[in-house]
């Protein structure tokens, strides 16, 4: 009630929830791209924002069962937000009975140490370059041992700019690099948008 008094008949944003278009569908179409950009959330209406987008997803992925992939970009950014880390550890625990992927992107790895999740058990995480204290401690949160969670930042910190490295189980067992091969018709969408320097840069 607290976060919603200001929307309320009277409060700061009366009118919020009476834009056209202001309530979310819960019928997706299948095979259809849905993005939900919040880089330019301002304060007052962050939590607001999280916790409906948060109810939404609970029922389209935990009660409507509808099988998805789910790509969460800047996840630190969620990680430190209540609903998020809640829906987070539920998409964690129930994903995979329902036909679900859950892709968690983050430069701050730390905040799955900080908020631990069933996220944090991940089948695979795919680690770029950081620092080896950093490295160390994503790997320790993750309940890999201290010897090989420092031998695994070692090799973490040592990669070269745009290689990554598979860390299988929750970051057990050995790291392994990986190639990726992007289908054509993502590499044809992405150009569509404008998106597709940063795969030329590389393969130059």
């Given amino acids: ?43 007052e209406n962050r939590n607001i924002v999280h916790a409906v987008l948060a109810w939404f997803l609970y029922h389209i992925v935990t009660v409507g069962k509808n099988p998805m992939d789910i790509f969460i970009d800047e996840g630190w950014r969620l990680l430190r937000s209540g609903p ?22 983050t430069h701050l790895p730390q905040d799955l140490a900080k908020n631990p999740t069933s996220m944090s058990m991940a ?13 160390f401690a994503f790997f320790r949160s993750m309940g890999v041992p201290e010897a090989e969670a420092r031998q695994n930042a070692e090799s973490v910190s040592r990669l070269a700019p745009r290689v990554f490295m598979a860390s299988p189980s929750g970051g057990r067992g050995a790291l392994f690099p990986v190639q990726i091969t992007l289908p054509s018709t993502w590499l044809r969408f992405w150009e569509s948008l404008g998106n597709t320097m940063g795969f030329q840069e590389a393969g130059k």
């Fill in 123 to 135: 089948s695979t995480a795919l680690i770029g370059r950081m620092g080896p204290d950093e490295a």
């Fill in 1 to 43: 009630m607290a976060i919603l008094r200001p929307y309320q008949k009277g409060g700061l944003f009366e009118g919020f929830f009476d834009r056209p278009k202001a309530l979310l569908s819960m019928d997706f179409q299948k095979g259809a791209w849905y993005n939900f950009d919040l880089s330019t959330l301002r304060e």
């Fill in 84 to 105: 998020f880390s809640d829906l987070l550890d539920e998409l964690g625990r129930r994903a995979r009975k329902r036909g679900i992927g859950v892709t968690l992107i």
